[in-house]
């Protein structure tokens, strides 16, 4: 077929939905999890962006688009935000999985090593690499993918192509979702916390009893015991609650987005 031919079967409102629903979906390739992952190549991002975007236009577009430059900027300005929210309220969850990672690194010692994390692309220390996979996979295994391409067709009933959506609706669940993250992160670590601040302060009294004793000696190698051993028995919980999370974290995601 004629690229021409082909090109001339789409008029200048289909072009401009499809822009539209590109700002919308572009976004997600940034903050949420998998979708923006680094070891994804950037060029197989873009064209499963575009193939999403191929799939989400028809039930996007509805009634007439306006193609003045004014009209048109602040409606590609609107689909940005509304995509940037949907994929903060994801990207939240997953930095909740890195924070608790973050923060257990630094109570086992293990803060003074860092690495580069696949995922991110970014430096990040050895416990955060291993929650951020473990939510990656878990993220696969229960077809997260599945649910946040089906979560972002919805946004369009929420927040349809030619309406605005509620500002103060779209900051308020944006602090929401911000602040949850180190409570998450502290709910996820929380089983390998209590262990390590018991360590310490049964070292401590140890300490006590026993000044001759080198405690950093001794103590770094317990609680690095200590802190594997419990992260591997509190694994699969934390992955019954990436499961959980992802699905509220969707549906907190919808919820915020209305039309104001």
Not at 43 to 68: F, K, N, Q, S, Y
Request: hydrophobic share 60%; charged share 10%.
């Amino acid at each position: 077929m004629d690229v021409n031919a082909l090109l001339a079967k789409f008029s200048e409102q289909d072009v401009a939905a499809f822009m539209l629903v590109l700002g919308r979906v572009s976004p997600m390739f940034i903050f949420a999890p998998l979708f923006s992952s680094k070891m994804i190549p950037a060029r197989a991002r873009a064209i499963i962006a575009l193939a999403l975007t191929v799939g989400i236009m028809p039930m996007a577009r509805h009634g007439h688009i306006e193609l003045d430059a004014l009209s048109f900027g602040a409606l590609m300005l609107k689909e940005i935000v509304v995509g940037l929210a949907f994929a903060y309220a994801l990207g939240a969850m997953y930095a909740a999985l890195q924070a608790a990672g973050a923060l257990l690194d630094t109570l086992i010692g293990f803060s003074f090593g860092a690495l580069l994390d696949p995922v991110t692309g970014t430096q990040s220390t050895v416990l955060s690499q291993l929650y951020s996979l473990v939510g990656i996979a878990v993220f696969i295994a229960i077809d997260g993918d599945a649910w946040v391409i089906q979560g972002l067709a919805r946004t369009y009933d929420a927040v349809p192509l030619l309406s605005a959506p509620d500002i103060g609706t779209l900051v308020h669940g944006t602090q929401v979702a911000f602040s949850g993250i180190f409570v998450a992160g502290f709910m996820i670590g929380a089983p390998v916390i209590v262990a390590l601040i018991i360590t310490d302060a049964a070292f401590g009294v140890v300490s006590r009893v026993v000044p001759s004793l080198n405690i950093f000696a001794v103590g770094f190698p317990a609680k690095m015991i200590v802190g594997l051993t419990l992260i591997g028995a509190s694994l699969p919980f934390v992955s019954g609650f990436v499961a959980d999370q992802l699905q509220q974290t969707v549906s907190q995601a919808l919820h915020m987005l209305r039309v104001a």
